[in-house]
């Protein structure tokens, strides 16, 4: 018997490639390649098959302007968060990687998007490789009632899976996780990427040529990718995030790639016993608890996609006992909390050599972006002062090397969000504040903003 023919893939890109090697030709990852069974002849990948697009196909190439332009009509799944993330509603026949931690809630939500739709007269199938229908009965308890319409199959095998849809017909499927179903044709263990590979190309054959909703749930491996190849992003139409800290209630749905929307729109939820609940507000859950007039405390603008969040910044800034000063930052990047310490010891003559330094981003966000930056200063400034800076003040802007305050984007609505929100003075760059007054798009009556150049000016407004 000939030996059975062996390729590489490689993890991170799905590049294919016939002998070992140590670096990915493709994506020049180290140790990323791995050894599958070659598909063969006889056994054409179906992920590379044109049949799983065969219903989109025309006989010859048409003039772009000549083409009927279709209203899509989306499925509102009646959670607006999700509804937003996924650019109005579900699209029918796409084909949605949800990806995450594990116990992030990722089964959670998918069941209550299940009987949201299974409310609406909509045939759902729930297919889990993970669960019993009984574990996943009980989760359903804790949620709510459902309807008769919601269909649960505990099942690993692709084939048996794709006679249970033929036999039930339903609009919608759920595959919880992708990483445990496997292909019977395919030698490899459920989760290996070739496995992945021909699993996501069978669910997109059948999302495409039966019009089913396909939701695919993904696990996220460390470095915040979700396992297997990166082809799972590739191959479907829409890839939606779901993170926050397991330690905090709050959960962000954050859009990556969608075929059918913007990418800029997150929906944000709390877990509570009762499942997932939508958080329509999220500056008022952030702020919930922050004590006025302490020192040490600054309320920030940070932007998610198109939306605007406040939270609040904490530094506690101290002498040091120990000959190395300690420095932390949680939920922020720790580098730039000591980039910021050196330009105000260097800019401003503040001495912070010495000095113990812990900064938090309160209620468990993670902010990276340089916005921050002025808030995570006032902060700094205020805990090493023991001032705080008065009510209903907040905070954002880019600080540089010497000091300079500098433009960020999305000012505006930063500002809309923190009027909206109830307070009345805003610290913010000189330019940005020019570009507000001049677009004179928001009605700024109520709100003292203040622009500045330089850091320090921040001193003047404590
Ligand atoms: P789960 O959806 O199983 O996560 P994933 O599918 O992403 O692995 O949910 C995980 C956590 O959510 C679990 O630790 C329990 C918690 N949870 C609640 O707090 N309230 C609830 O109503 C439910 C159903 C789960
Ligand atoms: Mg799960």
């Known amino acids: 018997m000939a030996k059975e023919k062996t390729v590489f893939f490689c993890k991170e890109c799905g590049f294919e490639v016939s002998k070992w090697q140590g670096q990915c030709p493709g994506c020049h990852a180290w140790n990323t390649l791995v050894e599958a069974p070659s598909l063969g002849k006889g056994k054409k990948s179906r992920a590379m098959s044109p049949a799983a697009l065969g219903q989109f196909r025309a006989d010859k190439p048409a003039r772009l302007n000549e083409i009927e332009s279709q209203k899509e009509c989306r499925l509102t799944t009646g959670m607006s968060e999700l509804d937003r993330v996924l650019g109005g509603g579900i699209v029918p026949g796409s084909l949605i990687l949800v990806g995450g931690d594990p116990g992030i809630g990722k089964s959670t939500l998918l069941l209550q998007v299940c009987r949201l739709l299974s409310d609406k007269s909509i045939k759902v199938l729930y297919v889990s490789g993970e669960e019993s229908a009984r574990q996943i009965k009980m989760r359903a308890e804790r949620i709510g009632k459902f309807s008769d319409e919601l269909y649960l199959y505990s099942e690993t095998c692709m084939g048996t899976i794709l006679q249970a849809v033929e036999q039930i017909q339903p609009g919608i499927l759920i595959v919880d996780s992708i990483q445990t179903i496997f292909e019977e044709g395919v030698d490899a263990a459920p989760g290996s990427v070739s496995q992945v590979r021909e699993v996501t190309g069978t669910l997109l054959q059948l999302a495409k040529s039966k019009n089913i909703t396909v939701f695919i749930v993904g696990h996220v491996t460390k470095e915040g ?17 779901f993170e926050g800290d397991k330690t905090a209630m709050y959960r962000i749905l954050r859009g990556v790639k969608n075929r059918f929307g913007s990418t800029n729109e997150v ?196």
């Open 225 to 241: 990718n979700v396992a297997g190849p990166r082809m799972l992003e590739h191959m479907v139409d829409t890839v939606l995030y």
């Open 267 to 462: 929906g944000v939820f709390e877990m509570r016993n009762q499942g997932l609940m939508e958080v329509p507000d999220p500056s008022a859950f952030m702020l919930e608890g922050r004590l006025e007039h302490e020192a040490g405390s600054v309320v920030a603008c940070t932007m998610e996609g198109s939306r605007a969040f406040l939270i609040e910044v904490q530094a506690l800034v101290c002498q040091t006992n120990f000959p190395m000063p300690r420095r932390t930052a949680v939920g922020t990047d720790f580098n730039r909390v000591n980039l910021l310490m050196a330009v105000l010891e260097k800019r401003l003559g503040i001495r912070m050599g010495d000095c113990d330094a812990y900064v938090n981003v309160a209620g468990g966000m993670k902010v990276m972006e340089p916005a921050l930056d002025l808030a995570l200063v006032a902060a700094l400034l205020s805990s090493h002062s023991g001032q705080s800076l008065p009510d209903g003040t907040l905070l954002f802007g880019e600080v540089g090397l010497v000091g300079e305050v500098r433009a960020v984007s999305q000012a505006e609505q930063r500002v809309a969000e923190a009027i909206k929100s109830g307070y009345d003075r805003c610290i913010l760059p000189e330019s940005n504040r020019q570009s507000i007054l001049k677009a004179g798009n928001l009605d700024v009556s109520g709100m003292k903003l203040a622009g500045i150049k330089h850091i320090r000016e921040i001193t003047n407004l404590f």
